[in-house]
């Protein structure tokens, strides 16, 4: 791996897991004009010229102000042997190292599921091969969920809500809410990875509507099906939800900050009596 100082224009930043938000390249592009040194981008080395790996919003800042040339870690094409090799430094970028929406999680999660299991070959087994694909989807998504889990320091059940999210959400549904407020918002993400694509199609129409034709999924819903709208749930109905999926860690760490809550909520429930 070389730094270098390379032409932005032979750079392929296209087919990215995460869709570029205008307001971060602002914020990078403000950045770079007081005089701020971002990291360098990383690329790879191909036959004509670059293919971007990580720094998609700081190449876009960098363009938004005429530049043409960018520092970059300039790695060569021996180094990412295969498109997934590619994904994986992708994905670390994405959610290891920085704060992703629910939504860019959900997409890196899965493309990480897929290179898992792609690179895991399931073991031929001498039972019926319908009962045995069955068997393997299972012990694999076992698997990767936990190895997932740990690499992230989050709860297996997140994982497997992230995948759900993404495998729900058609393409052109995932680009339309990328940079949307419901893109940060696992509850509504996964109401809408439960509906059919069409539909999804109309409740993105009407949450991203100006003004918006409904505030959440389920307010879109029944906007669509001509039903009353359910009760919004509570904001202690949001924050538990949320706290469930915690993994026992980030639990732990939420009951040291509210501590003092935590403790007059206790003082003021009666007393048990022992038996």
């Known amino acids: 791996m070389t730094i270098q100082h390379i032409d932005t224009s032979r750079i392929d930043a296209t087919d990215r897991l995460r869709q570029i938000n205008p307001g971060w390249v602002e914020a990078f592009a403000r950045e770079i004009e007081a005089g701020a040194i971002l990291a360098p981008v990383d690329v790879v080395e191909t036959a004509d010229g670059y293919r971007l790996i990580t720094g998609g919003h700081r190449l876009a800042a960098h363009v938004s102000l005429g530049h043409t040339a960018i520092e970059a870690r300039v790695w060569p094409a021996s180094a990412f042997p295969d498109e997934g090799a590619m994904r994986l430094k992708e994905i670390q970028e994405n959610i290891l190292r920085f704060e992703p929406t629910e939504l860019d999680r959900a997409v890196a999660i899965l493309h990480w599921k897929r290179i898992f299991e792609e690179t895991r070959p399931q073991p031929k087994r001498g039972r019926p091969s319908k009962e045995m694909l069955a068997d393997s ?34 393409d052109a549904t995932r680009q339309r809410i990328a940079i949307a407020p419901i893109a940060d918002i696992q509850s509504e993400l996964l109401q809408l990875a439960a509906q059919h694509p069409d539909r999804q199609a109309k409740i993105a129409d009407l949450l991203l509507a100006e003004p918006p034709g409904a505030t959440s999924v389920a307010e879109a819903i029944a906007v669509i099906d001509r039903v009353p709208a359910p009760a919004a749930q509570a904001p202690w109905e949001k924050l538990s939800d949320r706290f469930a999926r915690l993994s026992e860690r980030e639990q732990v760490r939420f009951f040291a900050a509210h501590e003092p809550a935590i403790e007059r909520w206790m003082a003021a429930r009666p007393r048990r009596r022992s038996a």
Do not use: Y
């Open 137 to 170: 989807a299972r012990i694999f998504a076992e698997r990767f969920s936990s190895a997932a889990a740990k690499a992230m320091g989050i709860s297996e059940r997140s994982v497997q809500v992230s995948v759900q999210i993404a495998t729900g959400l058609s």
